[in-house]
């Protein structure tokens, strides 16, 4: 079975500081992992994927995850916040076949 | 390329009343997913469609039920609606090609009282 859990709900960072977002997830299956960005009143967009090959994947924006198999983690990090930067983040596992999980979400907020 | 679109944007339905959600896919997706995202929570799995048929459901009672049509776009019934059905319905479309890429639509406030 696949389960994804994000720790923190909420997440305030200054901008201009590091983003960091976590993410443990839980799969019978070698895992496709996924982080979508949700701002209000809007679907999701992704932000970036893993599915094989390198681990440390980069996505749109500056936003880069790295897949730890030990861990069971895929943590979304970016460098430098930018007040657009300010949504909701969802991790996501998938079955390979055709389900997505996704976890309960991190609502980021950026500080001028 | 036209993106996912869905609609209505908003809807407001009385429990027990039966409601009709629309999702086009993106042009060139032949698959189609629906999500049901709570206040505070992320989407969860309902069902997929793919080529007209379902092509797997998650964990909702049979008053869910989903078509899809020859252009690949699809809709959601709900049947008997209860006060917790109440929820952002999302559409994701995707290509099937193996990229696992989901495109999602804006969604579907539905309000139910």
């Known amino acids: 079975a696949q389960s994804v859990t994000q720790l923190g709900s909420h997440v305030s960072v200054s901008e201009g500081a590091l983003v960091l977002l976590r993410c443990n997830y839980s799969?019978?299956?070698?895992?496709?992992l996924f982080w979508y960005v949700q701002y209000p009143n809007q679907g999701l967009q992704l932000l970036l994927k893993?599915?094989?090959?390198?681990?440390l994947v980069k996505g749109i924006n500056g936003f880069e995850a790295e897949f730890k198999k030990s861990e069971t983690s895929f943590h979304l990090t970016k460098p430098s916040a930018h007040m657009s930067d300010a949504a909701e983040y969802f991790c996501a596992v998938s079955d390979r076949v055709n389900k997505f999980y996704f976890g309960s979400g991190t609502k980021l907020n950026v500080k001028p | 390329e036209t993106g996912v679109t869905q609609s209505p944007t908003h809807l407001i339905k009385t429990r027990g009343q039966q409601v009709t959600l629309r999702c086009s896919s993106q042009?060139?997706?032949?698959?189609v997913s629906w999500y049901q995202q709570a206040l505070g929570q992320g989407p969860q799995f309902i069902f997929q469609?793919?080529?007209?048929?379902?092509?797997g459901r998650g964990n909702f009672p049979p008053r869910f039920s989903g078509l899809q049509f020859p252009n690949y776009s699809s809709e959601l019934n709900v049947n008997a609606l209860e006060l917790d059905d109440s929820a952002l319905y999302l559409c994701a479309s995707s290509a099937n090609d193996g990229t696992y890429e989901q495109y999602f639509g804006p969604g579907t406030r539905l309000t139910v009282t």
């Open positions: 469609y793919y080529r007209e048929e379902e092509n």
């Open positions: 042009s060139g997706h032949n698959t």
């Open positions: 893993y599915t094989t090959g390198a681990t």
């Open positions: 799969s019978s299956v070698p895992p496709y």
